[in-house]
């Protein structure tokens, strides 16, 4: 799916436009999704984690998993923020999803969320992919500070966190519901270095 150049923003009015060279960084690429990435996606699924905190269904079938993939191309287009498909920089092949989220984009922040799908875990995957998403982030009008929340005991979550250069600034206590309980979240975040 191609998305339009240009897209408003309807609260602020900055134009979201698709970036004309895919972010990369070391052995990753950030792109589009495509129907081709539906059996990555059925991977995803399979975390009985991300089920809790996302759109994606847990053990999803193929329909759902075309639906989500369809939800991804939306966000654009609502303003909601950027939503890309983690490829292997070199085969294309899909392994995992990163977003940035422009919800608070009037104040200045976006906020990022990642997962790498269960089968290409372990090879530092996510730290490139968010590297590459917040070098990204930088170029996206009004956005100078990327926020991250993550489950104290979500150890990986913080190596990436630490690989991608964000540092933690705190514990925010019961800050939000995941799976029926009020949890805390570490709060990391990555600032726009100043020109």
């Known amino acids: 799916m191609r998305y339009p150049p240009h897209i408003w923003r309807s609260r602020t009015m900055t134009r979201l436009a698709w970036p004309s060279a895919p972010p990369e960084f070391r052995n990753v690429r950030l792109r589009a999704f495509t129907n081709n990435d539906v059996g990555m996606v059925l991977d995803l699924s399979t975390d009985?984690?991300?089920p809790q905190i996302g759109s994606l269904p847990g053990n999803a079938?193929?329909?759902?998993?075309?639906?989500?993939?369809?939800?991804?191309?939306?966000?654009?287009?609502?303003?909601?923020?950027?939503?890309?498909?983690?490829a292997d920089r070199?085969?294309?092949e899909a392994l995992g999803v990163i977003g940035l989220h422009l919800a608070s984009i009037a104040a200045g922040r976006a906020s990022a969320g990642y997962a790498v799908a269960p089968r290409s875990r372990g090879r530092g995957i996510a730290g490139q992919a968010l590297t590459a998403l917040t070098r990204?982030?930088?170029?996206?009008?009004?956005?100078?500070?990327?926020?991250?929340?993550?489950?104290p005991w979500n150890l990986s979550s913080v190596r990436t966190a630490e690989f991608a250069?964000?540092?933690?600034?705190?514990l925010l206590r019961s800050h939000q519901e995941i799976?029926?309980?009020r949890v805390d979240m570490l709060l990391y975040a990555a600032t726009r270095s100043a020109d």
């Open 136 to 151: 990204f982030a930088w170029s996206v009008p009004g956005v100078h500070r990327v926020e991250l929340y993550i489950e």
């Open 90 to 92: 070199r085969t294309d």
């Open 165 to 170: 250069g964000y540092e933690r600034e705190g």
């Open 179 to 181: 799976g029926g309980s």
């Open 61 to 86: 079938d193929a329909e759902q998993a075309h639906a989500y993939i369809e939800r991804q191309h939306e966000r654009l287009g609502t303003g909601a923020g950027y939503s890309f498909c983690v």
């Open 48 to 50: 009985p984690y991300l």
